[in-house]
């Protein structure tokens, strides 16, 4: 496999790399040159600064990133968006210093987690390292069942189908939902991580809760006493060409164009993040 790894001169790094190159693989190594910058002899060494030289990758295609250093929100989230096409994998490297003070003897990994009063300091000391790491590699709330269907059509593929039924004069009432194949909740969240790159993790809420909570207003979401508006037939909108890119295709672009937006375009859609903070820790600290 091509590998690139950011970090990867010391501590875990280091011995990622090494049993890396040991097993045959690709290595390039991206840091700052700063540390141990003559091991590695067989490795490709990319000197940069992780917050402002990210373009130096640019161009480049490896197989999976393994990121040892991330230490502050902003840097992952630039890391991810500038590879989320150079890269099939994305793998962060957190520690067990996310979870929340006391930590029971027994714990699994959906115990809860650091909270950061400032979720905007980007200062790592020994009291925010924790909380910080959670914010760069944080869950992701989804609510509802993931076996559940659902249902959304690209605006380009609606829009060539409504333009080829005007040309033909073709009319009537049509569903024009997709994708082509069905497809659940749980296969699309599932996809989404793959192909962003993205080592969130999902955790899945169910509707009382979100009734509970009063948070029901979240893209997509829809009880299951409604979730017959996500399983439409398409028959005869397929019957009469309409045709839909896959759906990977659709992610990767979603992505591409939120990526490109500037970080304060205002948002039309979703919860906050200390919302979803909240959401998240109820949901994990509930009896």
Same mark, same amino acid.
């Given at each position: ?126 009291? !925010?390292?924790? #909380?910080?790491?959670? *914010? ?7 609510? $509802?069942?993931?076996? +559940? &269907? @659902? ?34 909740w749980g296969a699309w969240m599932d996809a989404i991580v793959r192909i962003t790159g993205s080592d969130a993790r999902l955790t899945w ?19 299951? !006493?409604?979730? #017959?508006?996500?399983? *439409? ?7 009469? $060409?309409?045709?839909? +890119? &896959? @759906? ?30 909240e959401l998240l820790t109820a949901w994990q600290t509930r009896s």
């Amino acid at each position: 496999m091509k590998l690139l790894i950011i970090g990867g001169t010391r501590f875990v790094g280091r011995a990622l790399v090494e049993d890396a190159l040991a097993h045959g693989h690709e290595v390039t190594l991206f840091y700052r040159g700063k540390s141990n910058p003559d091991i590695f002899p067989d490795a490709e060494h990319l000197h940069g600064d992780r917050d402002s030289e990210m373009h130096k990758l640019d161009g480049r295609k490896w197989d999976a990133c393994i990121d040892t250093c991330g230490y502050i929100p902003r840097h992952v989230r630039q890391a991810v968006g500038r590879l989320a096409d150079a890269v099939e994998q994305y793998t962060f490297i957190s520690t067990i210093s996310v979870y929340a003070d006391p930590v029971p003897a027994g714990s699994d990994e959906d115990a809860p987690l650091k909270t950061l009063e400032d979720e905007e300091s980007e200062e790592v000391t020994g009291d !925010t390292y924790g #909380g910080l790491k959670v *914010l760069c590699d944080r869950d992701i709330l989804v609510p $509802g069942d993931p076996n +559940r &269907p @659902v249902q959304f059509i690209d605006t380009r593929d609606l829009g060539a189908w409504i333009v080829r039924m005007v040309e033909a004069n073709n009319t009537g009432a049509y569903n024009a939902v997709g994708p082509a194949a069905p497809l659940t909740w749980g296969a699309w969240m599932d996809a989404i991580v793959r192909i962003t790159g993205s080592d969130a993790r999902l955790t899945w809420v169910d509707d009382a809760f979100m009734v509970q909570h009063e948070s029901d207003n979240l893209p997509f979401y829809i009880p299951e !006493t409604h979730n #017959g508006i996500f399983a *439409l037939s398409q028959a005869r909108a397929a019957a009469d $060409g309409l045709t839909h +890119r &896959p @759906v990977d295709t659709v992610i990767a672009d979603a992505a591409a164009w939120s990526h490109a937006r500037p970080a304060d375009a205002p948002r039309r859609a979703g919860i906050a993040r200390e919302r979803e903070r909240e959401l998240l820790t109820a949901w994990q600290t509930r009896s």
